[in-house]
C-alpha cells in the first residue's frame, strides 16, 4: 500500500467520513509515530507509520475477512430498505465500505456466513470451478433410505433438470442428516430434498472449506478471521 493523506487513510480503516475524520484530527486525536498530527493532507505510509486516533493504534489491513454465526431471520444481503440484514450484526469497529456476503444463505436458514470486501477471494469462493465443500445439517419432515443416499451419491436431478453434482448424504439421526455439496445453485439444499419429495424443515451451515463454525460463536455474532488463516483453509 502506498503513500497517502492521514484523512484518507483514516476514514477507510475507521469507517468515518472525510469531514467526521478531519474535524478529529484538528482536534489533535490523530498521531504519527507519536507525534500529534494536526495536518489532515499530512502524508503518511501505511507500512512503516504508526498511526493512532484517539489513542488507539489504526493497523492497517487491506482487507477485512469476517465469519458470522448467522440467526435465522435475517437476510444475507448488504442493504435492504426495510428489513434487517447480516451487515447489521457487523460490529462498527469491522465495518468496511465494499463488504458483501460470500455465498448468500437463505433467510430461514442459520449458521456459518462469510463477508469480506475482497472481491477476489469471494469469487474464487463462490466459482463454480473451485468445488468448496459445504456442509450442512438439515432436519428434514421425514427419514431418509439407503436410495436417497444413493442418488445424492450420484448426483440429484433437480426440477429444472439440473444434475447437481456428487453430494454426501449421511443420516445422524431421524430426520437430521448431514449433507456435504461443492456448489452453491440458488436454494440448492432444499431443491436436492424436493427433487426426493422431502421437505427441509430446519438448515444449518457447519462449514465452509475446512472452516467450521466456532461452537463459542453464538448466534447472531461475528468473529474477524485473519487472511493467513483464512488461507489454510481455502
Ligand atoms: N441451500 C439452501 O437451500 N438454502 C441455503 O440457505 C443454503 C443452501
Known amino acids: 500500500m502506498e503513500k497517502q493523506r492521514i484523512d484518507k487513510f483514516l476514514s477507510n ?84 465500505k465494499g463488504l458483501s456476503v460470500v455465498g448468500r444463505l437463505d433467510k430461514d436458514t442459520t449458521g456459518l456466513l462469510l463477508m469480506t ?24 419432515d421425514c427419514d431418509i433410505n439407503a436410495d436417497i443416499i444413493g442418488l445424492f451419491k450420484k448426483g440429484v436431478v433437480l426440477a429444472d433438470g439440473y444434475k447437481c453434482r456428487p453430494a454426501v448424504l449421511q443420516k445422524l439421526e431421524n430426520r437430521i442428516v448431514r449433507v456435504i455439496i461443492t456448489e452453491g445453485k440458488y436454494h440448492q439444499i432444499k431443491r436436492m430434498f424436493g427433487a426426493v419429495s422431502i421437505g427441509v424443515n430446519r438448515l444449518h451451515r457447519e462449514r465452509i472449506g475446512s472452516l467450521c463454525l466456532p461452537e463459542n460463536l453464538a448466534s447472531g455474532e461475528c468473529v474477524e478471521v485473519e487472511q493467513e488463516v483464512l488461507k489454510q483453509f481455502f
Not at 44 to 62: F, M, N, Q
Open 13 to 96: 480503516q475507521l469507517l468515518l467520513s472525510r469531514n467526521e475524520i478531519r474535524t478529529g484530527i484538528k482536534k489533535g486525536y490523530a498521531a504519527v509515530n507519536g507525534n500529534i498530527s494536526k495536518d489532515f493532507s499530512q502524508i503518511i505510509d501505511p507500512r512503516k507509520d504508526e498511526i493512532t486516533y484517539c489513542g488507539k493504534k489504526v493497523d492497517y489491513k487491506k482487507y477485512v475477512y469476517i465469519m458470522l454465526n448467522k440467526p435465522a431471520g435475517v437476510l444475507s444481503a448488504s442493504s435492504d430498505k426495510n428489513r434487517k440484514t447480516v451487515l447489521d450484526l457487523v460490529p462498527g469497529s469491522l465495518r468496511r
Open 117 to 140: 470486501d475482497d472481491g477476489g477471494f469471494a469469487h474464487k469462493c463462490i466459482s463454480p470451478k473451485s468445488k468448496i465443500e459445504k456442509s450442512y445439517i438439515v432436519e428434514l
